[in-house]
């Protein structure tokens, strides 16, 4: 039966609580609350229960509104990937924290390289710079490498490693010198590089920007790198050696492939 609106009763009952919106301060507010009984029945409800799911609500339209400032990035990793030697005998595994990072403030891209005796026998491995891995970035919207870490740390060939005298700003190029490390089965070593947005522009400039907002792709390496293209200048400092069991000499290098990440 339907029932007149003037003819229904209704509870009231008078909530002071305090509401605050984002840069405002606290304001004590008063919320009528209105209930309607049934049959003329007089209900009854606690103010304590109505308090508490007042406040639920409230922290639940909080917790929506500030969860975009407290998860900022995509990815919060880490995120992995490996490489395997074509003899089977060494693994490469390349690390990243995650893989959305700031432009505003620059957030550093670190990255963690491990190089692991994956055999069943001891290996000597002979290298020709002190820091034994490299990191190349991929510029997915210039469809070209934007920078190389070797290229403005070690020393080399000019092309291959940059001009220290003509840099922009002044650089450390680490010198090659023979450094042998041995590692038993499972034994492993690591190092951490960083990349800090440089950006080199073109191959024959040196990095006098920094990289832009977008999408980029980090492969690592155990050894050096070089440049893609045929004609740029090559560096025989890069490769690694080592004798497997049968006696052969391999000299290489070893590639992980690709982590994407984006700068935002």
Avoid: C
């Avoid at 409800?45 to 639940?60: E, F, H, Q, R, Y």
């Avoid at 403030?105 to 990255?111: A, C, K, Q, S, T």
């Avoid at 492939?257 to 935002?264: E, Q």
């Amino acid at each position: 039966m339907l029932r007149n609106a003037s003819s229904v009763d209704y509870i009231t009952t008078t909530l002071w609580l305090y509401h605050r919106e984002l840069g405002t301060p606290a304001v004590r507010k008063a919320y009528i609350l209105q209930i309607p009984s049934s049959s003329g029945f007089k209900m009854k409800i606690p103010l304590k229960i109505v308090v508490v799911a007042v406040a639920i609500i409230l922290i639940i339209l909080i917790g929506v509104a500030i969860r975009p400032l407290i998860f900022r990035s995509e990815e919060t990793g880490p995120v992995y990937i490996e490489a395997i030697s074509e003899d089977g005998l060494l693994k490469l595994t390349m690390v990243l924290e995650k893989t959305k990072f700031t432009v505003s403030p620059r957030e550093p891209v670190r990255i963690n390289f491990t190089l692991t005796n994956i055999g069943e026998e001891e290996m000597t491995m002979t290298f020709h710079y002190k820091t034994k891995f490299d990191f190349m970035i991929w510029d997915y919207s210039q469809g070209a490498y934007a920078y190389r870490w070797s290229y403005d740390h070690l020393q080399g060939p000019i092309g291959w490693a940059a001009n220290a005298s003509e840099y922009p700003f002044p650089i450390t190029l680490e010198p090659p010198g023979i450094d042998t490390i041995v590692l038993k089965p499972g034994e492993k070593i690591s190092q951490t590089l960083t990349w800090n947005h440089y950006y080199m522009g073109g191959l024959e400039l040196p990095p006098v920007e920094l990289a832009l907002k977008g999408r980029y792709r980090v492969e690592g390496l155990v050894g050096s790198s070089r440049w893609d293209d045929p004609w740029s200048p090559d560096n025989p400092l890069r490769f690694f050696e080592y004798v497997t069991s049968d006696g052969t000499l391999v000299s290489t290098v070893l590639k992980t492939p690709g982590i994407d990440i984006t700068l935002a």
